[in-house]
């Protein structure tokens, strides 16, 4: 006998949404934790660039280590939580942080850091092109997660 999805009983059909929902929400964790490494190297690159001599005195890698805790605390949240507060939450940070970057990293509202020049010999706008990237993946993840057309059906 073929079984296709049409024929699935109810219960299996749930047992594969928590599946997929489960599965969403590790890749979310991962790519959060992805994210908190890349701060982690992009921070330790930009504090290098920034203590040679010369440089700027405009210190920016407290930033990067403040997003790489966060992305890392949310990281641990994704991997041991179902929640769609927290999962409307992180989404919320994401906007945040997405937001802060058109802000200060692009330089919406004065130099950006892609103009200072203790760090231009880093390719920062490659390092902000995959970490964008990896955020906007991770806030279409939350995006899934807060879904209430998504949540677990609690039976």
């Known amino acids: ?9 109810d219960g299996d059909v749930h ?3 928590a599946g997929t929902r489960r599965t969403v929400r590790y890749v979310a964790a991962a790519m959060s934790a992805a994210v ?4 982690v190297v992009l921070m330790l690159l930009v504090r290098n660039a920034e203590l040679e001599p010369g440089a700027t005195d405009t210190t920016t890698y407290g930033g990067y280590l403040g997003l790489a805790v966060a992305y890392g605390i949310g990281a641990v949240i994704l991997f041991a939580l179902d929640n769609r507060t927290l999962h409307l939450l992180g989404a919320g940070v994401q906007i945040a942080v997405l937001l802060l970057f058109v802000v200060f990293g692009i330089g919406l509202l004065g130099e950006g850091v892609f103009e200072y020049e203790a760090i231009s010999d880093l390719p920062i706008g490659l390092w902000a092109a995959v970490i964008t990237g990896a955020q906007v993946v991770l806030l279409a993840l939350l995006g899934y997660l807060a879904d209430r057309r998504f949540e677990q059906p609690t039976t």
């Not at 006998?1 to 009983?9: D, F, G, I, K, R």
């Open 1 to 9: 006998m073929n079984v296709t999805a049409s024929h699935v009983p």
């Open 15 to 17: 047992t594969q949404s």
């Open 36 to 39: 908190a490494l890349l701060y």
